[in-house]
């Protein structure tokens, strides 16, 4: 039961992570001047890893467990969502990540940013709907 609150707590913490990211943060890349965002996006994205590392880890790692121990098709398609979360993350969002970092972003990769994060926000919004349906 622990586990289900942990993973509940988890889903609900990344949810308003992402929605915070989606409305606020990537948007106002757009608004920064080339040589503040990119000293501003190295302390972002050095921060916001302490948070969103553990916090898509401790994900990932308590839907594997949740699913071993009750494999209901719910919690199999949450665990398809955080996996395909996981794939967006390292093929389409670290490389404008590191782009931006290493001044090789054009104003057009950075709407295109806001754009296909609406990918990762409505999975992101969806496993936890789902999380709280297995209740």
């Not at 609900?12 to 409305?23: K, S």
């Not at 949450?78 to 404008?96: D, E, G």
């Not at 994060?117 to 992101?124: E, Q, Y």
């Amino acid at each position: 039961m622990y586990i289900l609150i942990a993973s509940l707590l988890i889903d609900f913490g990344l949810l308003i992570l992402i929605w915070m990211v989606q409305l606020v943060v990537y948007p106002s890349f757009l608004y920064c001047a080339k040589h503040d965002l990119i000293a501003w996006h190295k302390k972002y994205t050095h921060r916001i890893g302490y948070i969103v590392g553990p916090l898509m880890l401790a994900q990932l790692g308590f839907s594997i467990y949740v699913v071993s121990i009750v494999p209901s098709g719910n919690q199999i398609v949450r665990l398809l969502l955080i996996s395909t979360i996981w794939i967006l993350t390292i093929i389409q969002f670290i490389p404008i990540h590191n782009n931006i970092s290493k001044s090789k972003t054009t104003q057009e990769e950075l709407q295109a940013l806001v754009l296909k994060n609406w990918s990762r926000t409505v999975l992101w919004t969806l496993v936890f709907l789902l999380n709280i349906l297995h209740y």
